[in-house]
């Protein structure tokens, strides 16, 4: 039996995690330089992180408390938005923790120097051991140690900003707004990454007592408390201070101090600066080290991060790789860049969150009850979504491209290591399955319901016999009597260039005659107006297309023809056709059945296309025959994936006016799997998936299984005029 992280974080912790968490470099470090973007207006940069990013913290409350388990943002958004963007908030998070930890510790060492003559790094790297062996002695000690520093570091915070609000001078935020708006959301940007701890104690949920209570109470207390505590503080330091001393010092509240509280409040803010900086470091190895071992549970990362110490109860392998993680960091990397890198980066990560709650409210996920719900939903979530992008199009190129480059990783650690290690899918992916699924419900609703009649061309040639000239024919009379329309059969005779059109169109050849022998009484045959005639042109397909242009052609029926050797170079005149009519075209492999009782309809890797569902109700209902809707399904796929595609087949059948049995096959193979059901119907209809270049080089599934069923096959090419590709790669992503 796994062993369980033990759950003894109480409220105080919980808040003196998350403070400390926040209180870091984001107010030691940041003001100077985020004064240099903003000037006074910092101090609203300030106020404005903080309200943006209140709606992740709710949205974190009410995830932590209906999964309260160690991992915290990865947990929420792999279960969300699924396994790749799981990972990549995962990783992306951890890394970023490391850094912010790093620089916290990095950024410490210059409020000492001002007392001692110390070497930096080797400072650094002594505090991040001892940080490391705490965290690896539990929990429980870690908490004690936050409540202590938190305390102590309060207290000279608040002794700042009571000593220091009286000392300010009005004339100090003159020109308040004199870097305009762009100016402000800059400097909101940078100071975003002072904010990032606040959510972060939802990384150890499943070590809090009563998280029910504790994790809404300890992530928004936190959140105002350190939001007023910054404001604050900025308020003395811009007030106190002159600007050009404050945005060039590597100890801006040091300065700050010195001009209101002297001496002892030098000292104050120097132990607050350092506890600060240490607590930070502190609570990111808390949490930080929770990603790889909650991804390792998930199969998303080695099996090895799991380990939990018999006596310790802490995910020792997950603690001492982050540990080994931040020393390379504070020996060799530039901390302060890759820490501003790190921040565009945690304000996707707060986005993604954000679009969590929304998957998982909208996607009806088994299990999701939490006891907070946020409120405003969804409103709440699209402030935040869009606020925290709209923050990250004033940050800069270079963070976007460090943001980048972590996500790239991310998705290939995913793509070479854990995509064949797990077999889930996010709320997310069911909401959009679901919303395509409605799409297409209604566009073949709308399909249905058009009123003007359908026009149905059926193109043919001199080659083509009386047979199948009755069976095209046929099939489209059932198409158009069905919806009160009308059938034109139009013979395409080509002739060679030098031959004049005119001269050849007076002429009648022997084909044409025939043509009308036989075509006058197939139109007394079928109970719907049928037009015939005959078009000479020096080139076929190109007639073919303009025509149905030119009649406005509901659909196209063509015979469908064997590819020639040339096909994988030059393609063919169907071909060319298909992808530039106007209209939907399908092509009929005849194969003589005399009475239709069923008709088989298969999927093209997605959504049934509305056309499929309507060509086969409307054959269906003028021979009284049944159809059958085929759906191939991965042995691997979800409940909830099978659920939705059931409900998904309800609608349609619910549209059509005959009989319907729908089949949701499980199967790796679904090409066997169609060949072998649609042998004993009497027709199917099946779409013409593949690219041309891999179509013609290897072969369409769609043409192999035409190739290897017995019955009649209707290959429906709808006009994707009306379907863009990235459409289509999003239906046939999701379903």
């Known amino acids: 039996m796994p062993k369980e992280l033990e759950r003894d974080l109480g409220l105080f912790a919980v808040v003196a995690i998350s403070i400390g968490a926040m209180i870091g470099s984001g107010i030691f470090i940041l003001p100077g330089l985020a004064l240099k973007t903003a ?28 999964m309260p388990e160690a991992g915290g943002t990865y947990i929420y958004i792999e279960r969300g938005m699924g396994p790749l963007l799981g990972t990549i908030a995962g990783v992306g998070t951890w890394f970023s923790l490391s850094f912010k930890g790093a620089l916290a510790l990095v950024g410490g060492v210059p409020y000492l120097l001002y007392l001692f003559d110390l070497p930096v790094k080797p400072i650094a790297l002594a505090l991040a051991a001892v940080l490391v062996v705490v965290n690896l002695v539990g929990a429980k000690q870690t908490g004690r140690l936050q409540i202590a520093i938190v305390a102590v570091m309060l207290a000279a ?87 050009d001393l404050l945005s060039d010092s590597a100890v801006p509240m040091i300065h700050a101090a010195e001009a209101t509280l002297a001496w002892p409040g030098v000292i104050a803010v120097i132990v607050a600066a350092v506890l600060a900086l240490v607590s930070t470091a502190n609570a990111g190895i808390l949490s930080s ?36 993680v931040m020393f390379l960091l504070i020996a060799f990397v530039p901390i302060l860049q890759i820490a501003k890198l790190a921040s565009a980066f945690q304000i996707i990560v707060f986005a993604l969150v954000n679009g969590a709650v929304i ?15 946020s409120p405003l939903y969804p409103w709440t979530q699209i402030v935040g979504i869009f606020g925290g992008f709209l923050l990250i199009g004033y940050m ?18 995913y793509a070479y290591y854990a995509r064949s290690r797990v077999q889930r899918e996010g709320a997310a992916t069911d909401v959009f399955r679901r919303t395509v699924g409605r799409k297409a419900v209604e566009q073949t609703r709308s399909t249905f319901e058009m009123g003007d009649g359908y026009e149905v061309l059926v193109a043919i040639t001199e080659e083509t016999s009386e047979q199948r000239e009755r069976s095209l024919l046929r099939i489209a009379a059932d198409i158009a009597r069905d919806n009160d329309g009308c059938v ?56 073919i297309v303009n025509f149905a242009e030119h009649e406005d052609a509901d659909f196209l029926l063509l015979e469908r023809s064997g590819d020639p050797l040339y096909a994988p170079i030059f393609g063919t005149p169907i071909e060319w056709v298909t992808r530039n009519s106007p209209c939907d075209v399908l092509l009929i492999e005849d194969r003589h059945v005399d009475r239709i009782d069923s008709v088989t309809v298969v999927t093209d890797r997605g959504p049934f296309d509305p056309q499929k569902i309507t060509v086969a109700n409307a054959l269906a209902s003028e021979a009284g025959a049944t159809i059958e809707l085929l759906y191939p399904l991965a042995t691997s796929a979800t409940g909830t994936q099978r659920n939705t595609l059931d409900e998904y087949l309800a609608e349609l059948e619910s549209l059509c ?35 041309r270049v891999w179509g013609n080089l290897f072969g369409r599934p769609a043409d192999k299984i035409v190739d290897s069923v017995d019955c009649t096959a209707i290959q429906v090419n709808p006009n994707r005029r009306t379907s863009g590709p990235l459409r289509r790669f999003v239906e046939r992503l999701v379903f």
Not at 42 to 51: E, S
Not at 59 to 66: H, R
Not at 659 to 669: A, G
């Open 39 to 66: 000037g006074p207006a910092v101090i609203l940069a300030y106020l404005l992180a903080g309200v943006l990013v209140l709606p992740a913290a709710l949205s974190k409350s009410e995830m932590a408390t209906a």
């Open 157 to 243: 915070m608040v002794w700042f900003v009571v000593g220091g609000l009286s000392s300010t001078s009005g004339a100090s935020y003159d020109g308040f707004f004199e870097k305009g708006s762009g100016g402000l959301l800059a400097a909101t940007g940078l100071v975003f990454v002072s904010y990032a701890g606040v959510t972060k104690i939802a990384s150890v949920a499943e070590e809090i007592e009563n998280p029910d209570r504790n994790i809404p109470l300890g992530i928004l207390g936190s959140l105002a408390f350190t939001t007023l505590l910054y404001v604050l503080i900025v308020v003395v330091m811009v007030g106190v201070t002159p600007p």
């Open 289 to 324: 080290s929770r990603y790889p071992f909650a991804m390792a549970r998930d199969n998303l990362a080695p099996p090895s991060l799991t380990a939990i110490h018999e006596k310790w109860g802490t995910p020792v392998q997950a603690i001492t790789l982050t540990g080994a």
């Open 359 to 373: 998957a998982f409210r909208e996607g009806n996920a088994d299990g999701y009850d939490p006891s907070f719900r």
């Open 396 to 413: 800069g190129l270079i963070p976007l491209v460090g943001a980048a480059v972590i996500i790239a990783g991310s998705a290939l650690w």
């Open 488 to 543: 034109s059969v139009i013979q395409f005779d080509e002739v060679p260039d030098q031959v004049s059109l005119q001269q050849a169109s007076e002429t009648q050849s022997p084909a044409d005659i025939e043509f009308e022998a036989r075509t006058e009484p197939l139109t007394e045959e079928f109970d719907v107006p049928v037009n015939y005639g005959e078009i000479v042109s020096h080139d076929t397909k190109r007639a």
């Open 657 to 691: 006016s005959v009989p319907v049995d729908r089949s949701i096959i499980e199967t790796d193979d679904p090409d066997r799997e169609f060949v072998s059901k649609a042998d004993s119907d009497d027709v199917l209809i099946i779409g013409t998936d593949g690219g």
